[in-house]
């Protein structure tokens, strides 16, 4: 017998394992916080881009005699009011996965403009209560085309006034949709009722 130590394992094999555990568990947690973040993300994203397109419809009336625009190719009457790069992402929800959208002009969008609101006056009596845009699966439409497409049923609605709202479908269907005359002397704002209060 030799004099020699026994020689010890190499500990490769453990600093493997547990580079692999380590990894894996990372994996989990990020895996977990992908689905719990990005909902909210996808949601404040539509969200921004309704109020963003309302707004453009908005500025649209200003430099049209206060006519918003007409509901047949709404997309390329307000994308002028975006900036070249912007102009795609803003038209399309980011949680529509439909791989066909509805379309005008070459503009796919993932919002439905109000019937009743083509060629309207942006100075109404009811801006504040008047759904203007929605997430929808027609360019153009009533209370039926709504697509709530968010988490928990929710869509998200810019009114005639500029603000957006997140809001459920029954909520929804409670909506007037046809813009009144302003008051006079109004200007075509009146008080916010309680059911518009929200995220702007």
Same mark, same amino acid.
């Given at each position: ?8 394992? $190499?500990?490769? %094999?453990?600093? @493997? =394992?547990?580079?692999? *555990?380590?990894?894996?568990?990372? #994996? ?10 990005? $909902?909210?993300? %996808?949601?404040? @994203? =539509?969200?921004?881009? *309704?109020?963003?397109?309302?707004? #453009? ?144």
């Amino acid at each position: 017998m030799s004099d020699r130590p026994a020689r010890k394992p $190499p500990r490769v %094999l453990g600093t @493997a =394992c547990l580079t692999i *555990v380590f990894l894996m568990v990372g #994996a989990l947690v990020f895996i977990w916080m992908m689905n719990i973040g990005e $909902p909210d993300f %996808l949601l404040n @994203a =539509c969200h921004s881009n *309704v109020k963003q397109l309302t707004l #453009a419809m908005r500025t649209y009336a200003t430099d049209q005699a206060g006519l918003l625009p007409p509901t047949d190719c709404w997309p390329s009457a307000v994308t002028p009011y975006f900036r070249e790069n912007s102009q795609l992402l803003v038209l399309r929800c980011p949680s529509d996965r439909r791989k066909e959208r509805q379309s005008c002009a070459g503009l796919e969008t993932s919002y439905c403009m109000n019937l009743a609101c083509g060629g309207a006056e942006a100075k109404m009596g009811n801006a504040n209560q008047v759904p203007l845009l929605w997430d929808g699966e027609v360019l153009r439409g009533g209370r039926s085309s709504l697509a709530p497409r968010h988490r928990d049923h929710i869509a998200v609605v810019g009114f005639a006034d500029g603000h957006a709202r997140r809001m459920l479908e029954a909520e929804f269907a409670t909506r007037a949709l046809k813009p009144e005359p302003p008051a006079p002397g109004g200007g075509g704002v009146t008080p916010p009722s309680p059911l518009t209060k929200g995220p702007t």
